[in-house]
């Protein structure tokens, strides 16, 4: 069973930071690309920002220049930077592995206050 660990949620104030991490075992991490999501209460879950295998990287509009994406080959990890916070960030965020099929992580809780 392929399991990915996120780790780094918690309570920030507006305009802070915080970083996540999802560990992804390292049959699939080469292979898969990754991807961070995220589910505010009432609402759909949304993409936040995906990194191909080579690196190449993809965010929503609404956190474009605020988060960062990253993949450590070497740790098989997945990390998203969060600078400038806002309280519309507050959500479960969850890791992703796709390929072939979607891998998913039970999820983080970020919660930014005003």
């Known amino acids: 069973q392929v399991q990915l660990v996120e780790s780094g949620g918690g309570l920030v104030q507006s305009g802070g930071s915080l970083t996540l991490s999802c560990a992804v075992p390292r049959s699939i991490f080469s292979s898969y690309f990754m991807g961070w999501y995220r589910q505010a209460p009432g609402k759909q879950r949304e993409l936040v920002a995906t990194?191909?295998?080579?690196?190449?990287?993809n965010y929503a509009d609404s956190v474009k220049g605020r988060f960062t994406i990253s993949r450590d080959n070497g740790k098989s990890t997945v990390y998203l930077q969060m600078n400038s916070l806002k309280p519309e960030d507050t959500a479960v965020y969850y890791c992703?592995?796709?390929?072939?099929?979607?891998?998913w992580g039970q999820g983080t809780q970020v919660t930014v206050s005003s």
């Open positions: 992703n592995a796709q390929k072939y099929i979607n891998y």
């Open positions: 990194i191909t295998t080579a690196g190449v990287t």
